[in-house]
Nanobody, 122 residues
Framework: QVQLVESGGGLVQAGGSLRLSCTAS????????MGWFRQAPGKEREFIAS??????????ADSASVKGRFTISRDNAKNTVYLQMNSLKAEDTAVYYC?????????????WGQGTQVTVSS
């Protein structure tokens, strides 16, 4: 069993920055790939980025909406994965979720965090 707890969301003005944190607890964390997703009102949940605990390999969504502005990183000592978000736009407003998977695809997520709200005012 793995627990994921997100933090760091809030209200920010357009152009500002936020750093989200996802702290994981449980067994065999090193066997999981960690990811960030978001879901805006009325839209489907979308993948943002992922990073493995062990190899540190990083994948970002192809979408131009976040490329170059969002960065995923990790601190293994703290069992925490971060999402640094810069140059925020109103369309970044969403609930942001942390996720963990063991398999090869995000089509099956093993664990979700509870989500943290990010609101960007224009």
């Amino acid at each position: 069993q793995v627990q994921l707890v997100e933090s760091g969301g809030g209200l920010v003005q357009a152009g500002g920055s936020l750093r989200l944190s996802c702290t994981a607890s449980g067994r065999a964390l090193g066997t999981y790939v960690m990811g960030w997703f978001r879901q805006a009102p009325g839209k489907e949940r979308e993948f943002i980025a992922s990073r493995s605990w062990s190899a540190g390999s990083t994948v970002y969504a192809d979408s131009a909406s976040v490329k170059g502005r969002f960065t995923i990183s990790r601190d293994n000592a703290k069992n925490t994965v971060y999402l640094q978000m810069n140059s925020l736009k109103a369309e970044d407003t969403a609930v942001y979720y942390c996720a963990a998977r063991k398999g090869s695809s995000w089509s099956r997520v093993d664990y979700w965090g509870q989500g943290t709200q990010v609101t960007v005012s224009s």
